[in-house]
């Protein structure tokens, strides 16, 4: 069964992302608490999600230790094929997202981390941007279900 295995945020931009056990999400803005939570919030940063799998394919094969709250994602993902999502709803707790687009990593994540192969090998493996379609929370241990 799909579900979140660790949930991140942090006030600020370029400060490390801090571990929580819940979110509260609200439409239109964001995660309470997060650096892009705002009024009014494109659809495309509100909420991001990354799969746990393809950070262990990275730290295997570049014999790295990598954290998962270290690629700066919000929900951290475990056993649901994310790219398969664009376009499509998703149910985790009591909260309804939709999928917009692909998240690509970015040079900010590359340089943070220290690694010059983060953009090639994320390209299609940085996870997904998504919609607040209902305001609720998200737990730790919270089941995936594609609507």
Do not use: W
């Amino acid at each position: 069964m799909s579900k979140i295995i660790q949930i991140g945020i942090t006030k600020l931009n370029n400060k490390d992302i801090e571990s929580i056990n819940s979110a509260k999400l609200t439409v239109g803005k964001g995660i309470e608490g997060d650096r892009f939570c705002l009024e009014n919030n494109d659809e495309k940063s509100q909420v991001s999600l990354i799969q746990s799998e393809n950070i262990d394919y990275y730290n295997s094969k570049f014999n790295t230790n990598f954290s998962y709250i270290e690629f700066r994602r919000n929900l951290i993902t475990k056993d649901i094929e994310l790219n398969d999502l664009v376009g499509k709803k998703l149910k985790i707790g009591d909260v309804n997202l939709e999928v917009h687009d692909l998240c690509r990593p970015c040079k900010h994540l590359q340089e943070k981390l220290g690694k010059d192969n983060i953009i090639k090998e994320f390209l299609r493996r940085g996870g997904l941007r998504c919609e607040i379609l209902n305001s609720g929370t998200v737990v730790v241990g919270d089941s995936i279900k594609v609507l």
